[in-house]
């Protein structure tokens, strides 16, 4: 598969998925086993109307849809792939106003599941808002 094949399979993959495009997600990088995902902030997914702090759903939504997007970005190409397992630890509240990135890697592929890992964060990079580790079904092509 070339890189655009790819990159139109995720979009494709972001379009066809009603919280994908309800959160606004976006492709920022994606191939070789990882991809990236963002969502801007949007008050409608603000989970403390005090403090403006986005809810941890969309959080995990995100890294979910990111670690999904790795998989499909493995060199094996699988035809699709569904969450088994994802773990996700919040390190900090996102910083209101500002988008939530997540990456992710498909670090091992085996027959039936791969094993990924993911980072989410906002304008500071240095410090994660969450990080993810997760295994998804892997199926391929008979």
């Keep these: 598969m070339t890189l655009t094949h790819d990159l139109q399979r995720i979009t494709a993959f972001l379009t066809e998925l009603p919280h994908a495009r309800a ?3 976006r492709v ?3 191939g070789n086993a990882s991809a990236a995902l963002s969502m801007p902030y949007d008050t409608r997914f603000v989970g403390d ?9 969309a959080v995990s939504a995100l890294m979910d849809t990111t670690c999904a997007g790795a998989v499909m ?6 035809l699709s792939t569904a969450t088994i ?3 996700i630890d ?4 996102a910083t209101p106003g500002q988008r939530i990135t997540a990456r992710a890697e498909c ?5 039936h599941v791969a094993f990924v890992r993911a980072v989410a964060y906002d304008a500071d990079e240095t410090r994660p808002v969450a990080t993810a580790t997760a295994t998804f079904t892997v199926e391929r092509a008979p």
């Design 28 to 30: 920022e990088s994606f």
């Design 73 to 78: 970005a493995h060199p094996e190409h699988p």
């Design 49 to 57: 109307p005090a403090t403006g702090v986005i809810h941890g759903g």
């Design 107 to 111: 670090h091992h592929i085996t027959r």
């Design 85 to 87: 397992d994802l773990r």
């Design 90 to 93: 919040y390190m900090r509240s």
């Design 23 to 25: 959160l606004s997600m």
